[in-house]
């Protein structure tokens, strides 16, 4: 069961999606090899439906000429832009263009390393701990189950022992 670029890339998008919309209860997805030797997906898409009614659509590849990341997210009062050139921006209902909003610049590995660090030298939980670890990790095996086999997954159709 091949996961390729999910399971490098994605795992982390799905940490993040479930923090802003919840948690995931079933992914429909699809993948293809393209242009990297193997047998692994090197694009892939996953439509993720969350607790809740939400949805949201994660798409990664190796199959590109350069590094892009893009996050859209529309709400009923706003949409908010992300992308690695233009930073964030959030546009309003009845607003005529995007407002930037201004973000730090970050190391996120150093900050991750640091945060993880950190935990051990207090006695305390990391960020992300080892269940929700797992947790995003079942749903990119959700997805990579519903590419292969063609059909909506649910993720309460894996448990921890699998």
């Not at 079933?26 to 607790?51: K, W």
């Not at 079942?138 to 990579?144: D, N």
Request: glycine share 10%; hydrophobic share 40%.
């Amino acid at each position: 069961m091949p996961g390729g670029v999910m399971l490098q890339i994605g795992i982390h998008y799905v940490d993040v999606l479930e923090f802003l919309m919840g948690p995931v209860v079933a992914v429909s997805a699809r993948s293809a090899q393209l242009v990297l030797p193997g047998d692994n997906p090197d694009v892939a898409n996953m439509l993720m439906e969350h607790d809740g009614g939400a949805q949201s659509i994660l798409s990664a590849s190796y199959a590109s000429a350069s590094e892009y990341y893009l996050m859209n997210i529309y709400g009923k009062e706003a949409t908010v832009y992300f992308d690695l050139f233009e930073g964030l921006r959030c546009l309003s209902r009845g607003a005529e263009r995007p407002e930037k909003i201004h973000v730090k610049k970050n190391d996120t590995i150093r900050e991750e390393i640091e945060e993880f660090a950190g935990s051990i030298k207090a006695g305390g939980k990391p960020e992300v701990d080892a269940d929700r670890a797992v947790e995003s990790l079942v749903v990119i095996l959700a997805g990579i189950r519903s590419a292969a086999e063609g059909r909506r997954v649910e993720v309460a159709e894996f448990n921890k022992s699998e």
